[in-house]
């Protein structure tokens, strides 16, 4: 999930011709990409690894390792970001890529801090100069049905996905492979809230939101069910402030405050913010695939009939206790949905992470799960 794009988003604006990626051959048609693999590229003849996710922002971003090793050069355009009070500070150089046989040029961001783990870098599915980007989940099989959406353009570069309307007010969605549940900024929590009689369960707790940066979320419960087409929105989350919960929160935000993490309360004459929703594993775990076609101006969805509430993201036996995997391959008992595994995973000894993993054939039967969400590069130890 996204962060915030406070400064210099005019520039970016009036750049956008310049930021997105500019052919100059005809690329090929398709970038396909399995769940947990990265994708190969040359900056400035450089090797490369990208991550691809769907909620990131069109603009590539690279650690700052790789921004040294390729040269990339700081030039008058860069934008930030805030997460909660943290700021994350990126500039941009215009470069040459390389994919096979395909070359471009693509302004890419990048910082001082490391910004994708198992990878050189994060890019979303508008990055890339290709007709249409398919993120592989699992193969298809008997019953996957496609379910097609617009693609709305009103988020520019920052975001790439669908826009859904909650109460007359416009709540932008993107999809997000890399947690199970589903985030929606405050306010357009609060608007959830007011339409499908919602309400907070549970204390507030922390997840990360962007570049592993953690902000408290709380669960939010509905009466009516919050839908995308035929799939309903589950295990909803809201963003809240520090504070733990939306209550009592000022109508203004303090200097370098995250207003999305702001409930903007109704006597307010401040601006709302564009306010985000951000579809997790919960929701779409049971798919095949998701199709990004920007000749078409659609996202496809292929999917089988969503599985009752209890069984999508249902636990699964694992076979051996603190089991170790130097390959990041584990031992389990698949549910018989054909849904995802959510295990919890020891990267660190101080530092414990959720991963959903999925079987490469998605079918039942096989024991072998391979591909957390999140390429790890280290040994870890399922619990």
């Known amino acids: 999930m996204q962060g915030r794009a406070s400064i210099l988003t005019v520039a970016l604006a009036l750049c956008a011709g310049q930021a997105a990626a500019q052919p100059s051959n005809t690329p090929p048609a398709d970038l396909s990409v399995r769940m947990g693999d990265t994708v190969a590229m040359f900056i400035n003849n450089q090797p490369v690894r990208f991550r691809l996710a769907p909620d990131a922002v069109s603009v590539p971003t690279v650690n700052a390792d790789v921004a040294e090793k390729v040269g990339l050069k700081p030039s008058m355009i860069g934008y930030v970001y805030l997460i909660g009070p943290v ?82 007010k416009p709540v932008y969605v993107a999809f997000s492979l890399a947690r199970a549940e589903s985030v929606v900024t405050a306010t357009g929590g609060r608007w959830i809230a007011d339409v499908h009689g919602g309400r907070f369960n549970g204390d507030a707790r922390e997840a990360p939101i962007l570049y592993e940066i953690p902000r408290p979320i709380r669960r939010l ?81 292929m999917c089988p009939k969503q599985p009752s509430a209890g069984a999508t993201g249902s636990s699964a036996g694992i076979s051996g206790k603190n089991l170790r995997s130097a390959n990041d391959s584990f031992v389990v008992i698949p549910p018989r949905d054909g849904g995802c595994v959510q295990v919890t995973i020891m990267c660190d000894p101080s530092k414990r992470r959720q991963a959903w993993m999925r079987p490469r054939q998605g079918a039942y039967g096989s024991s072998r799960w391979s591909d957390p969400i999140m390429n790890l590069t280290r040994s870890v130890h399922p619990t």
């Open 87 to 168: 700021k994350i500070a990126l500039r941009t150089d215009n470069v040459k890529y390389r994919a096979g046989t395909t070359s471009f040029k693509s302004r890419t961001a990048f910082s001082d801090r490391r910004v994708a783990d198992g990878a050189d870098g994060v890019a979303g599915p508008a990055t890339f100069p290709f007709r249409r980007t398919i993120f592989v989940l699992r193969d298809l099989q008997a019953g996957d049905q496609a379910m097609t959406f617009p693609l709305d353009k009103d988020m520019g570069l920052s975001q790439t996905g669908m826009k859904i309307d909650v109460g007359g």
């Open 221 to 301: 419960e509905l009466d009516r069910p919050l839908m995308l087409g035929d799939l309903e929105i589950r295990n909803l989350a809201v963003r809240v402030s520090d504070m733990g919960n939306s209550q009592g929160i000022p109508d203004g935000a303090a200097p370098d405050q995250d207003l999305d993490e702001i409930v903007v309360t109704g006597d307010s004459k401040r601006k709302v913010p564009t306010q985000r929703l951000y579809i997790g594993l919960d929701t779409i775990g049971h798919c095949a695939s998701l199709t990004y076609d920007f000749k078409a101006g659609t996202v496809t969805l």
